[in-house]
Nanobody, 123 residues
Framework: QVQLVESGGGLVQTEGSLRHSCAAS????????MGWLRQAPGKEREFVAA????????YYADSVKGRFTISRDNAKNTVYLQMNSLKPEDTADYYC????????????????WGQGTQVTVSS
């Protein structure tokens, strides 16, 4: 049974930081690229960041580049998203997702999804 269990959301003030974790099970984690996507109220789900299977390459949406960092620990089957300098426009539900082999930059490409965790950035 595939599971992606997220943690780390919450309420934070502008310029604050949060760290998401996503623990994977039920599939061969090291064979999947991992991504984080988010969905704000009334908006479509959008790409935030992705990381290749071995962690050698990372990719970011322009809106978060320089503020967010994605990383993974294949020994722990876990992917992380460190979010710094948070802005009110980062308020959204954040989802980790797994995609077989190559990374993806749009949500339909992903095979498995976490349940989502809410992030609220107050101004």
């Amino acid at each position: 049974q595939v599971q992606l269990v997220e943690s780390g959301g919450g309420l934070v003030q502008t310029e604050g930081s949060l760290r998401h974790s996503c623990a994977a099970s039920g599939f061969t984690f090291s064979s999947y690229a991992m991504g984080w996507l988010r969905q704000a109220p009334g908006k479509e789900r959008e790409f935030v960041a992705a990381i290749r299977r071995n962690g050698a390459n990372t990719y970011y949406a322009d809106s978060v580049k320089g503020r967010f960092t994605i990383s993974r620990d294949n020994a722990k089957n876990t992917v992380y998203l460190q979010m710094n300098s948070l802005k009110p426009e980062d308020t959204a539900d954040y989802y980790c997702a797994a995609k077989w082999w190559a990374y993806g930059s749009s949500w339909p490409e992903y095979d498995y999804w976490g349940q989502g965790t809410q992030v609220t950035v107050s101004s």
